[in-house]
């Protein structure tokens, strides 16, 4: 088959539709999210919220791959200010002073994530 760009093509009629510029093969969406709260890491002990903190981390018994596992997963505890935080680190945090470490708001529990 001959290609299209060897060939003289007549005019193409006034009434007629245009021959398109370009054809979109693929497409692919790129999306940014984040959570609804107001910050990823938690402030207390610095490890991202998605990690386990710094107790359930050297937590040997800490983890699906262990044998002998209690928990697999590290809560985190969000406040009614909207900050996220370890609950094992916030419950820390509040022996010593009933405040967010963020913002120094009353802090009380809105909800507890164990996802």
């Known amino acids: 088959m001959a290609d299209q760009m060897d060939i003289d093509l007549p005019a193409p009629a006034p009434q007629q539709a245009k021959k398109k510029r370009f054809e979109v093969k693929k497409w692919t969406a790129v999306a940014f999210w984040t959570w609804d709260q107001n910050n990823e890491t938690c402030a ?7 990690e386990p903190c710094i107790d359930c981390g050297n937590n040997p018994n800490f983890g699906a791959n262990s044998r002998t596992a209690t928990h697999t997963k590290c809560p985190r505890a969000v406040g ?32 507890i994530l164990k996802d």
């Open 44 to 50: 207390i002990c610095r490890n991202h919220l998605m």
């Open 80 to 111: 009614v200010c909207n900050h996220s935080f370890h609950l094992h680190c916030i419950d820390t945090w509040i022996q010593k002073r009933n405040s967010c470490p963020l913002d120094n708001s009353d802090w009380s529990i809105k909800d």
